[in-house]
T-cell receptor, first 114, second 113 residues
Framework: KAGVTQTPRYLIKTRGQQVTLSCSPISGHRSVSWYQQTPGQGLQFLFE???????NKGNFPGRFSGRQFSNSRSEMNVSTLELGDSALYLCASSLAGTSGEKLFFGSGTQLSVL | TQLLEQSPQFLSIQEGENLTVYCNSS?????LQWYRQEPGEGPVLLVTVVTGGEVKKLKRLTFQFGDARKDSSLHITAAQTGDTGLYLC?????????????FGTGTRLQVTL
């Protein structure tokens, strides 16, 4: 079956702009998590959605938001972009998002903020 | 302060050598996972260990979960160039009624001919 699909693959934005990233999970998976990966901080948890509800949230400012649709596809939005938002944004899907469950990651969206 | 500390941070070895990567925490985890991430891709799950003292083998890779479930190690025998990548350990942390996966700081492995 198809894997996790993230679009776009690369994005270049300027400070102050906003951006929307998309994630299509594996068919049948209801949990979608988003992570930010940077060389300095590693993989940091942003939030998790399950059945269109945000179930968990990491320690990121309110400029980072997300949503999940009825078909489990998810989007994350970053408003008023800052230089420090430059990172690889990874989406992961799983069946139920339970503790210790296997996560399937997409290839990520590489965001560069100039 | 990172909940899961990995060491070493970087490792560059030649093909055929053995190596061990460590994942340490002061907290107890119900389970730990190991992922490998190749350049330009997302992490891929290698193994999940759930019982203290558990040892799992995946071809040339041996994973061990510490008896107290606070640490884990990954040993690679006779490394190959295809083992090159970022190795990440991860463990679930409960926040209220939900659980999130917390990742370690990572070990970047480079295997050369």
């Amino acid at each position: 079956k198809a894997g996790v699909t993230q679009t776009p693959r690369y994005l270049i934005k300027t400070r102050g702009q906003q951006v929307t990233l998309s994630c299509s999970p594996i068919s049948g998976h209801r949990s979608v998590s988003w992570y930010q990966q940077t060389p300095g901080q590693g993989l940091q948890f942003l939030f998790e959605y399950f059945s269109e509800t945000q179930r968990n949230k990491g320690n990121f400012p309110g400029r980072f938001s997300g949503r999940q649709f009825s078909n489990s596809r998810s989007e994350m939005n970053v408003s008023t972009l800052e230089l420090g938002d430059s990172a690889l944004y990874l989406c992961a899907s799983s069946l139920a998002g339970t503790s210790g469950e296997k996560l399937f990651f997409g290839s990520g969206t590489q965001l560069s903020v100039l | 302060t990172q909940l899961l500390e990995q060491s070493p941070q970087f490792l560059s070895i030649q093909e055929g050598e053995n190596l061990t990567v460590y994942c340490n925490s002061s907290s107890v985890f119900s389970s730990l996972q190991w992922y490998r991430q190749e350049p330009g891709e997302g992490p891929v799950l290698l193994v999940t260990v759930v019982t203290g003292g558990e040892v799992k083998k995946l071809k040339r890779l041996t994973f061990q979960f510490g008896d107290a479930r606070k640490d884990s190690s990954l040993h690679i025998t006779a490394a190959q160039t295809g083992d090159t990548g970022l190795y990440l350990c991860a463990g679930p942390r409960r926040t209220g009624t939900a659980s999130k996966l917390t990742f370690g700081t990572g070990t970047r492995l480079q295997v050369t001919l």
